[in-house]
């Protein structure tokens, strides 16, 4: 295990000086640099093209703003950070005057250019829930000239969005985030686990984690001067440094990049925050058999991934199934695919590789052969669930989809891409709820009462004139947001669901009703029900 403490890191925010980065945390409190306060300043026209990474509306406000008989210091703050411009050192010093331009320069936050002063890193506002924060990390492609550097600590990303969004967030003890970059999920996962473990194979990034953590102190809940009660920063690859140990929880938005491994693409080419060095899948492969083994019994971990789609392969998700252990439980959601030249675009544009025309020509034809050589058809990209079997899981028989016979492992793999509730993890916590009281209730659930949820409704469509309708959906208004072609008999089922009734009361009625054999039409029907519940369209009387 090798603990970084390090507050001095080459051409990373310093954090040597707890007294300075406190002070600096005065200075963006008092110009209210925060999420909203940059909007406000910006206004909403200029804020949205903004967040498209169009600068030039809040370059035109900023340079208002600052022009004015009454200049706004807020606007110094958003030109030098946010968008990339340099500014006079007597605009940063009226900003920030606790910190002082030679404070700036001291925390390695901008340099001197000329006369003016530039941007060292990106410092920008973030807010979750009832918090607010700053958030250092490299310098975006949109915020400076030319190829992102090799070691380049990624912002606040729609990736690690997405997975912040996903996870669940229930009280842990222990958690772990594998591959921390500059710390944002770390940051929320503060907020309802007692200790977290953040590692990452970059000095660079545990340097920007660890100067993010000081400057933030307060809002997160920590003890500037004793960091170590909550937070352990470890540097190395993978799972090495916390060999040995076990969590409850553990996120990663790992660099799961597929990067061609040829002569065109050598070791020193890669990128930390997206190329994980091995062939292939093999980064997001290996954690998938290798996450389990660092969680506790019943422990979970989430996490985003790409995976390759070879030609002629049964399905998307047929790679990822042969890398789940027997014991792991395992939710896999797949949001987009892309072919192999889609995918090396995406990622060429990405490091802004595509500013070099020979250099594009180069990885693009790299990235084709490498697809090429292992026969990949296509690309996937999704998020994966995953859990450890817990005390008497482990007996029952693996692989079954969740409405399935209820007493085996979660497995379940599905292909999702379009827009769905966000935050998410609230909904995937309530289904894996779901499918564990399907499992406790695998031998009574005839004599259990169902309603539907409350954002669910039904669609019938006919044909005009037809007595009966042809189509009955039931569609859910959250989460999801999954659809369901219903029989006539399933939506029978729903529409008596109200808590009265038990389930097999209402399959006998129904059965007598339509005048079905009653044992073969209560089994079909009871695993319909089954679906229904594991999808959320019926949930448990009470819930």
């Known amino acids: 295990m090798t603990e970084f403490n390090s507050g001095s890191t080459p051409h990373a925010p310093q954090s040597t000086d707890p007294q300075l980065v406190a002070g600096l945390a005065a200075d963006l409190a008092a110009l209210d640099y925060t999420v909203d306060g940059v909007e406000q300043l910006l206004g909403s026209a200029a804020y949205e093209a903004f967040s498209r990474d169009q600068l030039v509306p809040a370059k035109m406000a900023t340079e208002e703003e600052l022009a004015a008989a009454a200049p706004n210091p807020l606007a110094a703050v958003v030109r030098l ?13 009226a900003a920030l005057p606790a910190t002082g331009v030679a404070g700036l320069e001291t925390l390695g936050l901008a340099a001197d250019d000329g006369g003016r002063h530039r941007a060292s890193v990106d410092l920008r506002p973030y807010a979750f829930g009832q918090t607010e924060i700053w958030v250092a990390s490299d310098l975006g492609a949109h915020q400076q000239a030319g190829v992102l550097r090799r070691d380049h600590v990624l912002g606040i990303g729609q990736a690690s969005l997405t997975l912040a969004q996903l996870t669940i967030r ?13 710390g944002i999920q770390l940051f929320h996962l503060l907020g309802h686990a007692r200790h977290v473990t953040a590692t990452d194979i970059s000095e660079r990034a545990l340097a920007f984690t660890r100067f993010n953590l000081l400057l933030n102190a307060p809002a997160l809940g920590l003890d500037p001067d004793n960091l170590a009660a909550r937070v352990s920063l470890r540097l190395g690859s993978l799972l090495d440094p916390v060999a040995g140990e076990q969590f409850d929880l553990a996120v990663s938005n790992p660099p799961f990049v597929i990067t061609p491994r040829t002569s065109e693409t050598a070791g020193e080419e890669l990128f930390t925050y997206r190329d994980g060095g091995l062939p292939g899948d093999d980064i997001v492969a290996t954690l998938v058999r290798r996450l389990p083994s660092v969680l506790v019994p019943g422990g979970t971990a989430q996490m985003l991934g790409n995976w390759e789609i070879p030609a002629a392969a049964p399905s998307w998700h047929d790679r990822i199934e042969s890398w789940l252990d027997p014991q792991t439980e395992a939710w896999v959601i797949q949001r987009e695919q892309l072919s192999p030249s889609g995918y090396a675009e995406t990622w060429l544009r990405d490091a802004s590789e595509n500013r070099d025309p020979k250099l594009y020509e180069r990885f ?8 090429a050589a292992r026969n990949v ?9 995953l859990r450890r079997a817990g005390s008497g899981q482990g007996e029952r028989d693996g692989g079954s989809r969740v409405g399935q ?8 793999f599905e292909e ?6 966000q935050p998410i993890g609230p909904h995937l916590a309530a289904a894996v709820q779901r499918h564990d009281w399907l499992a406790a209730h695998e031998g009574d659930f005839p004599g259990q009462r169902l309603v539907a949820a409350e954002d669910v409704t039904e669609e019938r469509h006919q044909r005009p004139g037809a007595e009966h309708p042809g189509v009955i959906l039931l569609r859910q208004g959250a989460g999801l947001r999954r659809t369901n072609l219903m029989s006539s008999e399933l939506a029978g089922f729903v529409s008596a669901s109200d808590g009265e009734l038990t389930v097999g009361q209402l399959v006998t009625a129904l059965a007598a009703l339509l005048e079905q054999p009653e044992e073969e039409f209560a089994a079909r029907l009871q695993a319909e029900v089954r679906h229904l519940v ?3 369209f019926l949930v448990p009387a009470g819930d």
Request: hydrophobic share 40%; charged share 25%.
């Open 81 to 93: 950070w946010l968008l990339g411009e340099a500014v006079d050192k007597e605009q940063l010093a």
């Open 170 to 182: 229930t009280e842990v003890d222990r958690a772990l985030d594998l591959g921390t970059g500059c």
């Open 364 to 371: 693009y034809r790299a990235y084709l052969e490498d697809f």
């Open 377 to 385: 058809e296509a690309v996937g990209f999704g998020m994966l669930w």
């Open 405 to 412: 016979p209820s007493g085996r492992l979660l497995r379940r």
């Open 416 to 421: 999702l891409t379009y827009p769905l509730q």
């Open 534 to 536: 594991a999808d959320g």
